[in-house]
Nanobody
């Protein structure tokens, strides 16, 4: 069992930066692939980035490549999402998720955080 708690969301102007954090409970954090998804009202939750259990593999959605960076610190049971050059279209609720492999579909992830709101003003 893994419990996930996101933090770091907020309001930022276009072009600005935010860093999201996701703190995990449990001693098995390092065995899980981790991912960030986002969701806007009326749309399905979509992958933003994912990272393998040891950080050796990462995946990014095309819309965030070159702007966002996912990383993890297994000693701190935490995964991060550094978001730079933010755009209004990045506005969404961002969710942290844990799963057995680095996948892009929500159904591949077993554990979810409660979400954190990111709002980018133009």
């Amino acid at each position: 069992q893994v419990q996930l708690v996101e933090s770091g969301g907020g309001l930022v102007q276009a072009g600005g930066s935010l860093r999201l954090s996701c703190a995990a409970s449990g001693r098995t954090f390092s065995s899980y692939a981790m991912a960030w998804f986002r969701q806007v009202p009326g749309k399905e939750r979509a992958i933003v980035a994912a990272i393998s259990w040891n950080g050796g593999y990462t995946y990014y959605a095309d819309s965030v490549k070159g702007r966002f960076t996912i990383s993890r610190d297994n000693a701190k049971n935490t995964v991060y999402l550094q978001m730079n050059s933010l755009k209004p279209e990045d506005t969404a609720v961002y969710y942290c998720a844990a799963g057995q492999a680095t996948r892009i579909m929500t159904r591949e992830y077993s554990y979810w955080g409660q979400g954190t709101q990111v709002t980018v003003s133009s």
